[in-house]
């Protein structure tokens, strides 16, 4: 690379108010941060110096044995999920995504989020049946056997509950983490067999229009999807990042309909009845059948929207004094592809194009990432996403003028004032470098 | 037939055959009957479909849920235990966060669904179908749906007419 494309960082031009840098600046394409060698001290914006190197203990002695399934390091023990029944007591349990401790695309399995309504069922993987009947030519059962000599697909997909991100309901700002507020959505590779494969295996009447789908909890929680969609790119899903689905996640087979609201992929899935009319299961004709202004109510919601948040820096996080950070998060649509994500450092009042992290898959999350340079004075950061669909995440103020929000704050993120929030989420940021969450 | 039309028809089937047999599907499912299915076929739909044989009265279903309901549900349907969900309210939903309860559905055959389904939450179909009517009309009752003295069975649980009906909006039609 020649010295002329090495710019210091004091050259990147800034796109956008308080200090946001152009993306071109992370993907090398002509713009170079500086390094302390080549542009000098002065142009580091974080250049300490140094203490004088030495071996630490662990580089003078051999480590610990090799185990046969790793764990993070001891020192990422606050790397977790947030509980909300640690006790096991008969009722839901949910378990939040930590996204202000992780970076990438992909959730590790182990932090995946969970929602299970009454417990993990221990379910012997030999002994579990698929039964798909109902408006079929031949009712079949499938073992995890039959299943796993399928022609498999594997795919990318986000999977996101449909109460995510409901504390932003509140009529003023709940203070959390990402993890608080969107915990409750997150991306894996899945693998499994196509529910339009086994569809063929049992032949459709006409007559079907919708199936339902239940699991082999003791709930029997089942939900009902246009057989449209199971015909399009549903999925019985076997393998999550490449090994098994994790027992909170479905083990051993779950329905997987990309970009639909994650209460109706259904985990443990054991029978799908195919129908002329939808069930009106307890789930869809309560919990997920909102309330919107004007004593009005919608039902089949179905999709996950177009929403983006940033992890990096959030709630939780502070920055340590001015200078140069990375601001990034997450993107991704129930309606395609992400195709922009718009950073924001001054509350929405100019906005600068983010860099994404390809490849974009559709119904996924992409990563995005913006360099900043830090003042120091007090800021305002959002992000905006558009999709391939052309929907584009609603400002707060656009989304409660037609969704509303409520009249007293928001006191727990398990309050689930309603469903499906998919605004624009912003990050205060004081000149200590604290953070909080805002309206903006 | 010809020589050469029986060698035609011949080719004929030879190509039909191999098309044919690229458009077979696996097939490693096992055949099952829907009679063999029904112990897991307990799904009923809003229009009465594969409602079970049974009825019951809101008289028949206050002592089964006094002593299988109420502890966490709360006498009555109302005053639940703490983190537990009351079954009573006023069918008003001014408010995004309003309560919902039963009066919310828009079809009873939801109610008697999930009761049959999934309730006693700690023993799950435990209930004979004649105590899902009869806790089903119950619940109505309470919530003065039906009248104290309405019997609820395969008939009449699909034909309540619930507070809400007919106000749900399908959010995004072209899905379906």
Partial sequence: MSTKERRPISHVPDVAGNGLLDRRALLGRGIMFAGATAAGAGASLTGAAAEPLKDDPWSLTMGAATPQRQEPSRFEKNVVRTLSNPNNEPRNSHARTPHHLLQGTVTPAALHFTINHSGLPDIDPEKHRLVIHGLVRQPKIFSLEDLSRYPMVTRMGFLECGGNSAPMFSNEPFQGTAQALHGLVSNSEWTGVLLSTLFEEVGLDPKAKWFLAEGADSLALHRSVPVKKGLDDAMIALYQNGERLMPGNGYPMRLLLPGYQGNMNVKFVRRIKLLDQPSMSFYEAKTYSQIIPGDRYWKFHFLQEVKSFITHPSFGHSLKGPGFYEISGVAYSGTGRITRVMVSADGGKSWGQAALQGPVYPQAFVRFRMPWRWDGQPVVLQSRAWDEAGNVQPTRSEFVAARGETQRPVASPLAFPNQHYNSITSWGIDSKGEIKHVYA | ?176
């Fill in chain 2, 1 to 176: 037939m010809s020589t050469r039309s029986l060698l035609l028809s011949l080719a004929l089937t030879a190509v039909l055959g191999a098309g044919t047999a690229l458009a077979e599907t696996p097939g490693l499912g096992k055949n099952i009957t829907e009679n063999d299915i029904k112990p897991w076929n307990l799904d009923v739909l809003p229009d009465g479909t594969n409602m079970p044989p049974g009825s019951g009265t809101p008289a028949q279903g206050a002592p089964i849920y006094a002593q299988k309901c109420a502890v966490c549900h709360g006498e009555k349907g109302e005053k639940p235990a703490p983190g537990y969900a009351a079954l009573v309210s006023p069918p008003k939903f001014d408010r995004i966060d309003a309560f919902k309860s039963v009066t919310y559905y828009e079809f009873a055959t939801t109610l008697f669904d999930v009761i049959r389904r999934s309730m006693p939450f700690t023993t799950p179909r435990t209930l004979t179908d004649n105590e899902v009517y009869a806790v089903s009309a119950y619940i109505l009752s309470l919530n003065k749906i039906i009248g104290e003295n309405d019997v609820m069975d395969a008939q009449t649980l699909p034909k309540v007419k619930m507070p809400n009906a007919g106000k749900f909006i399908v959010r995004f039609p072209d899905r379906i």
